[in-house]
């Protein structure tokens, strides 16, 4: 047989709950203050610490960059003035050797315009232009029409003189004669006149003509009266 549990009813309650006790309240001790200051103190401390080393930070950049900003523009300045200098000295150098470029070059220019002319006497060439022109002319003045003349020189010239008669095409007979006891020059001989034009008289009077020499020599006097007639 099934038993059945008998419960009490209670009637709803409708007086207010009852308040919890109010929890005790304890006060901080002295040591705990001082504690929570030192906290709060070092708590500030640091956070300042790091807003004021932020802001030294920027300051001192700013500065720095405006301390940097001077140094460069004093050490380029100096590096440019240094430069300059150095520019001014090496143009300065140019100037003197520019304005003794006349003096150093007189002696190149002088040897040059002597080589030249020494060419153009025929120092080396028999058969240049202008001393064809200039024999041709003083032999043509010289003898008349089917005289012979005697043309006397070193032997070593023999060979270089008859190349040069050859296509003289001159309208006097001129014979060459190899003189053993004759070094140097050239003579044409005529009728008891000696001319000497040999390359010793053409270079004098090349240098004559050029100014170098200072009154013309006498064996060179009657070439130079030629010359100036031609």
Known sequence: MARSATHRWFPPSFDPPVPEPEPEIIWPTVEEIESIREAARREGH??????????????????????????????????????ILALTQTLQIYIDELRALPDVILDPVTDLAWSIAERLTLAEHIDRAPFLRAVEEALMRLPSPGENLLLRIPPAQRVLWEE???????????DVLADAEQDSGAFIEVEGTRIDVGPEARRALVLMAMGLLPKPSEETQHAADLAESS
């Open 46 to 83: 640091e956070a300042g610490r790091v807003e004021g080393y932020a802001k030294g930070q920027r300051e001192g950049y700013t500065q720095g960059f405006e301390q940097g900003l001077i140094e460069g523009r004093e050490r380029a300045f100096s590096n440019a003035h240094g430069q």
């Open 164 to 174: 040069f008669l050859q296509g003289a095409s001159l309208p006097f007979k001129l």
